[in-house]
């Protein structure tokens, strides 16, 4: 039998050239402009797809964007792992803060990754790490060492909220109905200190608009006797922390969950180096709620970040103005058991009321999603840490994420089925922002461990 190291050395050429291809096209979901691409993402997924070896894959049409299934059923009483990644990406603005264009993908060595990195947006989140999987998929179909059966949803709105993956799941629960669903859309500590991700935190999204005059105003004859909108949303904004960085929204923290002593000391035992963590930031020091760590700070509290910010003119040389409207979207990440609706709902009212009085404000909901834990004692998390011990040599440490996928917590409501988080990238690989990118050694250690938790997974299922 011919090893997924072996396999992978053989192939590695023609699996990062795929990949590549993969990244050129701009499927930025948040941008309708780009319609076409998402569409032709979804396309060039199931085609690899059935060269992996999918014995059926179909682009299942939703309210929005198209949803890629694929499956090999190989026997109907073995397991039946349910594979869920995203082809869409974020906008790769700002542009001009890139090395290297965001889809011309290039490779790359740094400090972190002397063998290269695959610098282009969607490379780490997630085509990169959803690729890992159709890649292992490959492996273990040509060398005849696929375990059980397979399914694979690949979406194309992950990156705006997974506004059609509730509608597509309720209406496809049986051909969806799984053992267990592994995801790769997280991270591990370092190459070195494999983690498999056991908690997500949840996400209320919202727009806000502040408007004052009826129309931009000369800022010398008008400065002074009218609200300014911009300098009115500066203010609301601020007011939403206090001096101890403690979000002042009423009822914000009525259902966070609060953990023991022992939790967060265990917690502490985490690997962490608090000067080489801003050293990477080019910061000279943290920054956060009092009372909590920064790995708490970035896990297991809830936050409020001002995620854009605008209004008046921005262009080149002076414009004395008042602008008529200042705009500000806004991200809530929540903890168990904040549910978002209800945060959304806090926010708005919140934010309404501390209007002064001379302006108007909206507040526009985008989208949200619940905060989601896994325990380590299930079958699936067992399975995977024996995957990882398999190919890193070591146990792996569970680890709780600052990020949210809010799918998994509908996942396990509609489908009732654990989720078990393999990341395979770095918090360096600047997912999100200007020259994201993910490790060649990363991508690869991906797929040869992923056929180990299908091994494993099977083994134990017996």
Known sequence: MKSAKSYIEQNKDRFLDELIELLKIPSISADPAYKNDVLKTAEAVKVQLEKAGCDSVEICETPGYPIVYGEKIIDKNLPTVLVYGHYDVQPPDPLELWTSPPFEPVIKETELHPEGAIF???????KGQMYMHVKALEYMTETNQLPCNVKFMIEGEEEVGSESLGWFISRN???LANDVILISDTGMISKDTPSITTGLRGLSYVEVEVTGPNRDLHSGLYGGAVANPINILAKMIASLHDENNHITIPGFYDDVE???????EKMAETPFNLKDYEKALDIDSVYGEKGYSTNERNSIRPTLDVNGIWGGYI???AKTVIASKAFAKISMRLVPDQNWEKITELFKNHFESI???GVRVKVK?????TAYVTPIDSLGYRAAEKAYEETFGKTPIPQR?????PIVALFEKELKSKTILMGFGLDSDAIHSPNEHFGVWN?????ETIPQFYHYFTEMSK
């Not at 282009?120 to 997630?126: I, L, N, P, T």
């Not at 909901?365 to 999603?369: A, L, M």
């Not at 994420?401 to 996928?405: E, V």
């Open 120 to 126: 282009a947006r969607g490379s780490c989140d997630d």
């Open 173 to 175: 629960r049986e051909k």
């Open 258 to 264: 609060e953990l023991s002593k022992e939790e967060r």
């Open 315 to 317: 262009g080149e040389g």
């Open 355 to 357: 209007a002064p009085k």
């Open 365 to 369: 909901p985008h989208h949200g999603g």
């Open 401 to 405: 994420s600052g990020g949210s996928i």
């Open 443 to 447: 991508y690869f250690k991906g797929i």
